[in-house]
Nanobody, 120 residues
Framework: VQLQASGGGLVQAGESLRLSCAAS????????IGWYRQAPGKQRDLVAR???????KYADSVKGRFTISRDNAENTVYLQMNSLKAEDTAVYYC???????????????WGQGTQVTVSS
């Protein structure tokens, strides 16, 4: 299983970016899929996540500005980031907890990370 993330870049404060992450390989079902971020010298924190059959979860710092969505047919998750702030600058990592076979264990996978830089 691979998670391929894309869409990062350098933007000005107040602008928008859209991140994409496509999961490929042997996938039976996805329990959670979403995004984490890690700024220099800080821990990796949850940004937004979709839990299948349950809903979405956002970090308080991004509520109202970021929107996570999912294309189930393509096993792809998107993160629309609006009104970006300098403090959103980080490497963003796609993450998925998924099962490869029915009734099998859930495994956690990470994408390669994509840099988001917001200049003030």
């Amino acid at each position: 299983v691979q998670l391929q993330a894309s869409g990062g870049g350098l933007v000005q404060a107040g602008e928008s970016l859209r991140l994409s992450c496509a999961a490929s390989g042997t996938i039976f079902s996805i329990d959670h899929i979403g995004w984490y971020r890690q700024a220099p010298g800080k821990q990796r924190d949850l940004v937004a996540r979709i839990t299948t059959g349950v809903g979405t979860k956002y970090a308080d710092s991004v509520k109202g500005r970021f929107t996570i969505s999912r294309d189930n047919a393509e096993n792809t998750v998107y993160l629309q980031m609006n009104s970006l702030k300098a403090e959103d600058t980080a490497v963003y990592y796609c993450n998925a907890d998924l099962k490869k076979v029915v009734d099998g264990p859930s495994f956690r996978y990470w994408g390669q990370g994509t840099q988001v830089t917001v200049s003030s």
